[in-house]
Structure formats: C-alpha cells, structure tokens
C-alpha cells in the first residue's frame, strides 16, 4: 500500500487540494482539484470551500487516507493551528482562529491527523529533495508570490529563513519583493493596474520596454535586499521560486548584480511548478 497523504495548499488566489503518495514525492494523477477564493472572504466562506476541496480530494482515495499536510501562509502558529495574520492583506478573518481545530471538526477528523506549515519552505524542500536543488547541501530558496517566501536547507534539514518581515528601505523586505511592488509601480510608470503576475508579464511584453525597466528595478531590489543576508547563511546555491512566468524579465539582471560584487553562486529556477508546495505539504508526514 502506498503513503498516500492529502496534501493541501491553502493561500492566495485559492486552495488546491491533491493526493500524493510520500514514498515517490509524486501526485497521484486525476486527483488535483483547486478553487479560487478571494482574499479577504469570511471565517465561514474560507472554512466552507475548503472543506468542500478537501472531502473531495479525499474522496478519490484508493486505500485509506487519515494524514493531511495542508500549508498555509504565516505568521501562523503552526503546531497548534492558530492564525496570526493580520493587516497583512489577506485572511484577516482568520486572525487569532484556530483554524486546525475548525477544519478537522468539519472533517470529522482529529486534529492529530492534520499538520500544518508555512508553503514556502514545504515548496523549497521538495526542489531539494527532487527538483532543480537535488545534490546540493546548502540552499537559501525564495518563494517570489504575493508575499515573500523563504527557507534555508542544510544537510537535507529545512528551516524557514523568516526573511519576508526583514527591514529593507522604507518598510520591509516584502514591500519591495513581493507581487505587490511590481504591480504599483507599473502603475505608476503607466496609470495601468496589472490584477496579477501573469498579466503584468503580458503586458510588459507589448510596452515598449516600460515593464522591461520595472522588473529590472525590482531584480534591484532583490540583490540589494539579498546582499545584506547571504553571507549569514552561505549557501552554495541560491533558489528562486514563483514568479515563473516573470523569470526571464528579472534573472539576467540578478546574476549580472551578483557577478558584479563577485558572488558566484549558481541562481537556479524552481522546476517543480505548483506541485512543489503539495509534495511539500505531503512530507510534513515522512
């Protein structure tokens, strides 16, 4: 019998939900279901579609299923199941929620069958164990969505790198990093509001270099932001996830940047896509 686990990967746009068996790190096929929900529904609406998600991934089960790896973002007290997110733009109904005692009630689950943890350094072990970052032994990996994701890996041990809430300029790290930043300031460069990654992309792809000039201030923004905490976890390998569809509009300038202050560390792209964070939610159980 296989190590089937269900995997969920709650965040924004959505959830998704899929079965993956934990000996191979693979997802079984046909079971992966997703469903967009915005960010700042109510406590019942988020509780609501992901329990719909969930029984109906479990529902696919071929042998018995009683383990659930579910990632959701942070701050987040993650053994015990509590939200602290708050004015953080999204899930500010969750706050101060014991979100894992509501989801295994409507389960009908314990909450013993249910662990939790942050979808950034769950996406980046699974590149480690069987992505682009297989082989090496000290990685520092960026999740690069709608907030700033990251963990460092030694020796196979995984440890999240809490470098989202980092002073950097005039706020912190993730005010620069994340999805956010770009969008306002192609909007102030263009009076155009881009509703996500993949159409700001698009949309510098046809403006006559105007995003080209964006992304590269903001590949900027990481180097700087990077230069002041590489050395503390030197890696020999720098991670770069999210933002897939964007890679090519920022790396170059990245490796450039860090070839310029003599950093030669190979910069590699996730290659594990949205299935990272499930095969990563799945090993919260090996």
């Known amino acids: ?36 929900i915005s960010a700042d529904e109510t406590l019942e609406n988020f509780l609501d579609i ?3 998600v969930i029984t109906k991934v479990h529902s696919l089960r071929e042998s018995p299923i009683s383990k ?8 987040f007290d993650y053994e015990n199941g509590i939200s602290l997110m708050h004015n953080q733009r999204k899930f500010e109904s969750l706050y101060n929620v014991n979100v894992k005692e509501l989801l295994a009630e409507r389960l009908g689950i314990s ?8 979808p ?20 520092l990996g960026f999740t690069l969505n709608y907030g700033l994701g990251s963990a460092h890996i030694l020796n196979g041990v995984t440890h999240d790198a809490y470098l989202w809430n980092k002073p950097f300029k005039d706020g912190i790290a993730e005010d620069y990093i994340g999805i956010g930043w770009l969008t306002k300031r192609y909007e102030e460069f263009t009076g155009i509001h881009a509703s996500d990654i993949k159409e700001l992309t698009s949309l510098a792809s046809t403006d006559d270099g105007i995003g080209q000039l964006v992304f590269n201030e903001y590949g900027e923004n990481f180097v700087k932001f990077l230069l002041q905490h590489i050395n503390h976890f030197n890696p020999d390998c720098l991670l770069i996830g999210g933002h897939s569809n964007a890679w090519d509009l920022f790396i170059d300038h990245v490796r450039d940047r860090l070839s310029d202050k003599d950093i030669k560390i190979p910069i590699i792209g996730a290659s594990l896509g949205s299935a990272a964070t499930l095969i990563g939610g799945a090993d919260l159980w090996s």
């Open 111 to 118: 909450t013993l069958n249910i662990r939790m943890a942050n």
């Open 68 to 75: 659930f790896g579910i990632t959701i973002p942070g701050p």
């Open 120 to 139: 950034a350094p769950q996406s980046i072990k699974a590149e480690e164990m069987i992505g682009a970052a297989k082989g090496y032994k000290s990685i």
């Open 1 to 36: 019998m296989s190590n089937q686990i269900v995997a969920v990967d709650i965040n924004i746009p959505g959830i998704r939900a899929a079965i993956v068996d934990n000996d191979t790190k693979t997802i079984q096929a046909g079971t992966e279901i997703s469903e967009k």
């Open 50 to 52: 992901w329990t719909k």
